[in-house]
C-alpha cells in the first residue's frame, strides 16, 4: 500500500529522479515547450511551478536555492531574466500541459508542456488580434438610418460654405 506516499517516483532511483526533473526543467526554461510523456509533464510541474515562484523575488539567497536545483548556470540566468518579467503578475500556474496522443514506438501517452506565458496561441495577445468586431443584426436599421440622415445633414452645409 502506498497510503500518504504522494510522491511520482517515475520507476527511478532518487538520484535518477532528481537528475531527470533538473534536465527537464532546464529545457523547459530555455525552450519554453517541451514534449514529454505525460507522467514525466505532471511530475515536472509539481518540480518547476515552485521554482518559478521563487524566481519572481530576485535575490541572492533566491538564485542560490534555484540553481541548486537547476545546476545550470544559463538555465538559471534566463529563469531569473525573461521568464520571471513575464510572469511576474502572476499568481501561479505557470505551466500548461495538453495532450498529444499515443506515441508510435510504445504506445506510451506523450503531452506537451510549456510555459503559458510565452504561447502566442492562448494568450493576450492573440484575443487582442484576432477577435474582429462584434456585428448584430438587431437595431442596424436604425443605426443605418441614423447615420445617413447625419452624413446627409452635413453635406449641404459643407457645400454652402465652400
Known amino acids: 500500500m502506498r497510503h500518504g506516499d504522494k510522491i511520482k517516483n517515475l520507476s527511478r532511483t532518487a538520484s535518477h529522479r532528481k537528475a531527470l526533473l533538473s534536465n527537464l526543467a532546464c529545457e523547459l526554461i ?17 518540480y518547476v511551478e515552485p521554482l ?8 541572492t539567497h533566491q538564485r542560490r536555492v534555484v ?11 534566463e529563469l531569473f531574466g525573461a521568464v520571471a518579467e513575464k510572469v511576474a503578475g502572476r499568481p501561479g500556474g505557470y505551466t500548461r500541459i495538453i495532450k498529444l496522443g499515443a506515441r508510435v514506438g510504445d504506445n506510451a501517452e506523450q503531452a506537451m508542456i510549456e510555459l503559458v506565458d ?5 494568450g493576450k495577445t492573440a ?4 477577435e474582429p468586431a462584434k456585428r448584430t ?8 438610418a441614423d447615420a445617413a440622415t447625419t ?3 452635413a ?6 460654405e465652400a
Open 30 to 46: 530555455n525552450h519554453k515547450r517541451i514534449v514529454t510523456t505525460l507522467a514525466k509533464a505532471k511530475a515536472l510541474r509539481v
Open 52 to 59: 518559478i515562484t521563487k524566481a519572481k523575488e530576485n535575490t
Open 67 to 77: 540553481f541548486s536545483y537547476l545546476q545550470d548556470k544559463e538555465a538559471s540566468k
Open 118 to 122: 510565452f504561447n502566442d496561441v492562448y
Open 127 to 130: 484575443e487582442t488580434k484576432a
Open 137 to 144: 443584426r438587431r437595431g442596424a436599421s436604425k443605426k443605418k
Open 151 to 153: 452624413e446627409e445633414a
Open 155 to 160: 453635406e449641404p452645409k459643407e457645400t454652402k
